[in-house]
């Protein structure tokens, strides 16, 4: 047997070598690229509807331009697109190659019998194919020749021998060719030039770069990359720092100047190049916050005095003469909602109620550009500081929410915005259509219950129902049906809500058929009712705000006198059921009973995140028994049968002290003594062992 090395001269095995490489690249490209981003895409989310256009209502079109440029990832898809174009050619050589190649010598296959023929099915074969394909019966037919029929003729005369004759079948059967051991090539996927004495340097180096430098270059990269950032979407180091500068006693503002804590990594590369802006930031705020925040950014410097007065300029939605200012603003502006996150994990991890509650307040501040103490009436568009003031009638001690302002009579309202140094009556009109798009949560009632039992009871485990509604500002809306405010428990075969789960689809999706309970013009005016239709949230109305962003709402329990959060927060992402007639949406927060029994004074806060002067707060009492045995006689429908006594079961209950049914001889020989035996378990249920727990909340 020899063996020859032959190089691919003609390009029949590169194919193979090529593939090979791209795929080890365009493999985690392609996954890193396409794989399912943590932020939702939200183009078509449906929005609030509305023609107000801020001041620099061009460099925010400008800067979502920018983000939505740089979500593409231009340079990548170029790369994936040529790539890919190339491995199909590779794959494609690979197929014609494979056409062409050389088929592994079959006798079946070219007699054209199957594998399961007998011999005598084989010679019987074999006497039809020599009378049309011998040499000297043959008939030659268009372009064969007699070589060629010669050639045929030998391998059908071989592939008989191998399956009749007995030393050829041995070959045959022992090195897969009638002939026996056969000489074979090892083909290199590689042309001979590439290791010739001129060019195999350059070979190797490239093969050295490629493998040793690149390669793990990219790898390492793109590894260490995804390790860098916290599940937030914030550097490590950004988070680091702003756990640096976490405090217990944090406020609105002072979250502010803590959020200020991740600038570094934006501007302290140019912080040569930012002498004096720092300056410019200061004087374009200064008599729009308050002093403390000036003698606060006395005390920075650099680029975390830079960032702190950036995003003090986007909260009171100052605008600079410099466009570059600008940018920067509703950058830092964008990056703080990632920041804030970062900041509310923190806060959770302490378990403290006013940081958690300062950092879900100020996001809405940042959402909505309001400076905190600022007035939520400034949610509204065309709504200024001055017609603010007019309308809460400077010196108020407090803000007055879009609830209040919309819970005005309509002539007194008109009364306050149109006129002089006001609204027109298009711009006011806007304003309320707004305004009554705005979701609300209206909490209807909120009670704690054990699934399948009457009252809770220490250790069990619990849930904090919270039936909810959204009513818009200014909507009345009709009473509550108070079969929607009771929770039964789920069937015992539907799994999906024994477990938890939500089902494939919801009742938004199956298009109930109810009719509104409140006439059709107040629904249209409501403006709830474009959500009908789609499973989709609508998005926030921000108009000063530079990405498009869903509003959510976190549900928490806390200890008002400790003031530390009790159960971890509850979001809610989405409404089970349609909105557009009012109904009421159930939540449940889960979590574990008190060891002892007592009762649990709480304090509910519901919170949203895009939207100011709509979070709601509650005391609620949880109110816990001790567990008892059931000392009652049971109900018809509560029986269990008891077990035979003669049974296994009725073994291990008699064992345990339990009645067991007696068998008909034994009870025949002890009737007398049974009834003497018999105890009377018509007593009365213990009070208190059926305790109520719907705990409505009294608001605060």
Not at 514 to 535: C, Q, R
Request: aromatic content about 10%; proline content about 6%; some cysteine.
């Amino acid at each position: 047997m020899s063996t020859d090395y032959n190089y691919d001269e003609q390009g029949q095995f590169f194919p193979y070598f090529v593939a090979t490489m791209l795929l080890l690249a365009l493999g985690p490209v392609t996954y890193s690229t396409f794989a399912p981003s943590k932020q939702t895409g939200l183009q078509n989310n449906p929005r609030i509807e509305s023609t107000f256009k801020p001041a620099d209502y061009d460099h925010i079109e400008q800067h979502k331009r920018k983000k939505r440029k740089e979500s593409r990832r231009i340079k990548r898809m170029v790369f994936l697109a040529v790539g890919w174009s190339l491995m199909a050619y590779m794959i494609y050589l690979i197929v014609t190659a494979s056409a062409l190649a050389p088929k592994i010598w079959d006798p079946y296959v070219i007699l054209g019998i199957s594998m399961s023929a007998t011999e005598k099915a084989i010679k019987s074969h074999y006497r039809r194919l020599s009378i049309k394909f011998h040499p000297d019966k043959v008939k030659l037919e268009g372009n064969d020749t007699m070589e060629a029929a010669n050639e045929r003729w030998v391998q059908i005369t071989k592939a008989y021998k191998a399956l009749t004759d007995e030393e050829i079948r041995k070959n045959y059967q022992e090195y897969g060719h009638p002939d026996g051991k056969q000489s074979y090539s090892i083909g290199i996927a590689l042309p001979q030039w590439t290791i010739a004495d001129g060019s195999k340097y350059y070979v190797l180096a490239f093969y050295g770069v490629m493998f040793g430098i690149v390669l793990p270059y990219y790898v390492g990269k793109w590894w260490y990359g995804t390790k860098r950032y916290t599940k937030d979407g914030v550097l490590m180091e950004t988070a680091g720092r702003l756990f640096k500068a976490f405090e217990e006693d944090c406020d609105e503002k002072k979250a502010v100047e803590i959020l200020s804590a991740g600038g570094l990594e934006k501007f302290k590369k140019d912080e040569k190049k930012m002498e004096g802006q720092e300056h410019i930031v200061e004087s374009a705020i200064k008599g729009k916050v308050p002093s403390g925040v000036m003698k606060a950014l006395g005390k920075m410097d650099g680029w975390k005095r830079k960032t702190y007065g950036l995003l003090w300029a986007y909260m009171t939605r100052t605008k600079f003469q410099d466009a570059k200012l600008d940018a920067e603003k509703l950058d830092v502006a964008q990056e703080a909602v990632s920041w804030n996150n970062s900041l509310l994990s923190i806060a959770l991890a302490f378990s403290i109620t006013k940081p958690i509650l300062s950092a879900m307040r100020i996001n809405q501040n940042i959402v909505q550009a309001i400076p905190p103490g600022g007035s939520p009436l400034l949610q509204l568009p065309y709504f200024t500081e001055e017609l603010c003031e007019r309308i809460e009638e400077f010196g108020a001690k407090d803000h007055w929410t879009i609830q209040r302002f919309m819970g005005l009579p309509e002539e007194k309202r008109r009364q306050l915005c149109i006129g002089k140094d006001g609204l027109t009556e298009q711009q006011y009109e806007e304003a309320m259509s707004v305004a009554q798009k705005i979701p609300i949560l209206h909490v209807e009632k909120t009670f704690f219950k054990v699934q399948g039992e009457k009252s809770v009871t220490p250790n069990a485990i619990c849930q904090l129902v919270l039936k909810v509604r959204v009513v818009p500002a200014g909507v009345k809306p009709p009473p509550v049906d108070p079969k929607d405010l009771e929770d039964e428990d789920p069937a015992e075969d539907d799994v999906d809500a024994l477990i938890g789960r939500t089902p494939a689809k919801s009742k938004t999706q199956t298009g109930s058929s109810e009719k509104s309970p409140i006439p059709t013009n107040e629904v249209e005016k409501s403006g709830l009712l474009a959500e009908s239709g789609s499973s989709l949230p609508t998005l926030t109305h921000a108009p000063f705000f530079p990405a498009a962003a869903l509003p959510k709402w976190h549900v928490f329990l806390a200890d008002r006198r400790a003031g530390r959060m009790i159960i971890a927060p509850m979001t809610i992402l989405q409404f089970p059921e349609k909105t557009d007639n009012f109904q009421v949406q159930t939540f449940k927060l889960q979590f574990g009973a008190p060891p002892n029994a007592g009762e649990v004074h709480f304090q509910m806060h519901l919170v949203c995140d895009s939207y100011l002067g709509t979070d709601y707060k509650s005391s609620i009492v949880l109110k816990v028994d001790e567990q008892r045995m059931f000392e009652g006689r049971p109900r018809e429908e509560d029986e269990i049968s008891e077990p035979d006594e003669d049974s296994l079961a009725g073994l291990l209950a008699s064992s345990q002290g339990k009645e067991v049914k007696r068998s008909a001889h034994h009870h025949h020989h002890h009737d007398d003594s049974d009834e003497e035996d018999e105890s009377d378990t018509d007593g009365e249920e213990e009070e208190g062992s059926a305790t109520d727990t719907d705990t409505d909340s009294d608001e605060d």
